[in-house]
């Protein structure tokens, strides 16, 4: 008997072995998509599934995955996008990266829900994905080349996935990049160069099936209509993008300064987001469907290349002491060409700075001179000199030169631009985040410094609940897909418009500060209404009624199977934990110390339904139907 | 003599780093008010006054005083990943 067709999905996966070149079905129960749904929460459960315990990352049998979610290739605001998933090569964690531009949507209009990559080809090869066929080819006149030019050379209809030379050299962070777009974190590019497979293009015209195709249309029309009306989808992110917040984070004292030595500098505004746009900025650029428009480009050396984010002008720009905008915009294309993580670039070259000021490390770096650093990052993508112990990342660094109190990673990953030591929550969500030191599985630094509200950041009062509903949410979107951006247009607009100083303001920013007993008692409530416009997408493309309890609870399935495979893989609650540096050293003059994670800890663990040491409890599985 | 960071908007009509003898925030404003009007009103309105990285609202309000190694931000609400 024929299996029955869920709508949302193109109802096929493929199972590509680059070893011996075969490519078969990969099957996936249904039960397994209704409960993961796709993206992020897929491919974890196929991560788990397809490998064993204790596998080397760089082992052919290790599996790379790109997955798509039910809401890929519709017309659905922010919702073109895949996620790449493997062992990181870095931390040795669940490596999880989402990333837009169209190549989401031709895989899925190829008629691939999940591509699973395994084995390793003797030669580099690409592979060509269509309608109907799967072939591996050569790719031997692309390798050596950057993501910008082995883009050019592959044919222009297909949407493509590809890796830069630091990819092909395995340095342990390095990126897949789609269009300006990039997988970032982890090292899935890594894995992908450890296959030598160089680039997945797809192309396709098949269409997703949509039960209720009026009522998603519907929708489609008055949440992107929100979204371009709302202070923040609508306004600051289209005009000033994610570098709007290089001002802010320097104010708030938790900009990354001279790897995160202090919080905050003046020279700061010489790097801002509203500088980009008034001096650098050429167009605006984004994915398909999405009305936010984030993306700058900006002219370097008489060509239009991407602007960058805020991230990159944080950790290459003041975490490196380097407070030249145009620099900053260098390395960011550099970054981007070599196809590596300016994140963990950045924290990694700021580690070793401060190493050789310490005395640590022989080398001529100086947080005060920044001569010759473009070619330091790309020595770093062809492992050349000291570029080949900064492609390690901070944390073996460390344990080769010593300075583990200030090498500023959690669980390996290198921290982005966000100082928790002036937003607690997000201490906590860096510390507990499966793949390690990541802002984008939550964003509590939101809610605490950088959005319209501050819920003392100071405080720890409510941020464990906070924490945990964040992530859950942020693990059902990445799930879905949905972009995180998203996520900031749950916040009603009016919220934005108040006198930060004003009354009703301050009412309510201590009303979620004074929220934990309520708070912990919406997360034990399965909510039965659809309330969000996640859930309610998913319902119409489905046929079937999806509530915001189901899809946060979706969330809550995928971030505890993350933890389990974590678990699997040697990871324990020791591991929820921060820098030294952050711990200790306190950045704010009433601070006695960094950020109080013990007085969180284990109340988030309580919440999460984990025992004190950190271990989901059978009876949580069991409630999240999760076998193991 | 504390230092004020105004926006990047701001910062066009008025300066980048502003020094201004005042002993609280409140104070600083009135300067503020008295010396450029309009356009500081209308950024007091929307964005939050930070002191050495910490919001006013979480210190002693308009009475939050200032010495002079302070820096007074004005910063406003953004999001990004």
């Not at chain 1, 760089?58 to 017309?75: K, N």
């Not at chain 1, 342990?172 to 450890?194: D, K, P, Q």
Request: proline fraction near 5%; aromatic fraction near 6%.
């Amino acid at each position: 008997m024929e299996k029955a067709l869920m709508a949302g999905y193109m109802n096929r996966s493929l199972d590509v072995d680059l070893s011996s070149g075969r490519v078969s079905e990969l099957a996936i129960n249904d039960e397994d998509l209704q409960l993961y749904l796709g993206g992020k929460g897929i491919g974890t459960r196929l991560l788990y599934d397809h490998t064993p315990a204790g596998l080397d990352p760089y082992d052919p049998e290790m599996v790379l995955i790109f997955s798509t979610g039910p809401l890929t290739a519709t017309r659905a605001p922010q919702s073109n996008r895949f996620v790449v998933t493997t062992k990181s090569p870095l931390t040795g964690a669940v490596a999880n990266s989402t990333c837009g531009g169209s190549f989401a949507s031709k895989l899925k209009k190829a008629g691939v829900d999940v591509l699973l990559i395994r084995g390793r080809a003797d030669h580099p090869v690409y592979l060509e994905i269509n309608e109907d066929d799967v072939q591996v080819k050569d790719a031997g006149h692309l390798w050596g080349k950057g993501a910008e030019e082995t883009q050019e050379l592959l044919p222009k209809a297909f949407g493509k996935a590809v890796i830069g030379p630091a990819g092909e050299n395995l340095v342990r962070y390095a990126c897949i990049v789609s269009e300006e777009r990039l997988a970032g974190r982890t090292g899935c590019g890594a894995v992908m160069g450890s296959k030598n497979l160089k680039a997945v293009i797809a192309t396709g015209k098949r269409k997703v099936e949509i039960m209720d195709d009026a009522a998603f249309s519907k929708l489609q029309t008055s949440i992107n209509k929100y979204l371009r009306s709302h202070p923040m989808t609508g306004d600051v992110l289209p005009r000033l993008g994610t570098p709007s917040l290089v001002n802010i984070t320097a104010g708030r004292n938790i900009l990354p300064v001279n790897n995160f030595q202090r919080g905050t500098d003046r020279r700061a505004v010489n790097i801002s987001g509203e500088k980009l746009a008034a001096e650098e900025m050429e167009k605006r650029s984004g994915c398909i469907n999405c009305p936010i428009v984030c993306g700058r480009s900006v002219k370097l050396k008489g060509k239009i290349v991407k602007g960058p984010e805020f991230e990159t002008l944080g950790l290459m720009g003041a975490n490196l002491g380097n407070f030249d905008l145009k620099l900053v915009l260098e390395l960011n294309q550099i970054c981007d060409d070599l196809g590596m993580d300016s994140i963990s670039t950045g924290g990694s070259i700021g580690f070793a700075t401060e190493l050789t000021e310490r005395g640590l490390l022989p080398s001529d770096l100086s947080f005060d001179r920044h001569e010759g650093i473009c070619d330091l990052v790309r020595d770093i993508a062809h492992r050349r000199g000291l570029g080949d112990d900064l492609a390690e990342g901070v944390k073996r660094m460390s344990e080769k030169y010593g300075g583990t109190e200030y090498a500023i990673h959690v669980k390996g990953l290198e921290l982005p631009s966000y100082d928790p030591r002036g937003c607690y929550g997000q201490g906590l969500e860096y510390a507990t985040t499966n793949r390690g030191g990541c802002h984008v599985q939550g964003s509590t630094m939101f809610f605490e410094a950088t959005g319209p509200l501050n819920i003392d950041p100071l405080s720890v009062r409510a941020k464990p609940q906070l924490v945990v509903m964040q992530q859950n949410l942020v693990a059902a979107i990445s799930s879905s897909v949905f972009c995180v951006f998203a996520t900031y247009g749950v916040i009603p607009g009016f919220i934005y418009r108040l006198n930060p100083q004003g009354l009703v303001a301050r009412i309510i920013a201590q009303a979620v500060l004074n929220s934990g007993p309520i708070l912990t008692m919406v997360l034990k409530t399965k909510a039965p209404l659809k309330i969000l416009w996640f859930e309610k997408f998913l319902s119409y493309i489905f046929g079937r009624k999806v509530s915001l309890g189901d899809f946060i609870e979706t969330g809550e399935r995928v971030f505890n199977m993350e933890r389990l495979y974590n678990m699997r893989e040697g990871f324990t609650a020791s591991d929820d934990t921060l820098p030294e540096r952050l711990l200790s050293e306190p950045t704010f003059k009433e601070a006695e110390r960094g950020v109080p994670l013990d007085e969180m800890l284990p109340k988030y663990y309580r919440l999460r339904g984990w025992d004190p040491d950190g271990i989901p409890t059978e009876k949580t599985l069991k409630r999240l139907q999760i076998r193991h | 003599m504390a230092i004020l960071i105004p926006t990047y908007d701001l910062a066009q009509e008025i300066g980048a780093e502003i020094e201004i003898d005042a002993a609280t925030v409140g104070e600083l404003l009135s300067i503020g008010r008295e010396r450029w009007g309009k356009p500081f009103e209308d950024t007091v309105r929307a964005a939050a006054i930070v002191v050495n990285g910490r919001a006013i609202t979480r210190l002693k309000g308009k009475r939050t005083p200032l010495g002079p190694d302070d820096t007074v931000w004005l910063v406003n609400a953004s999001a990004g990943g």
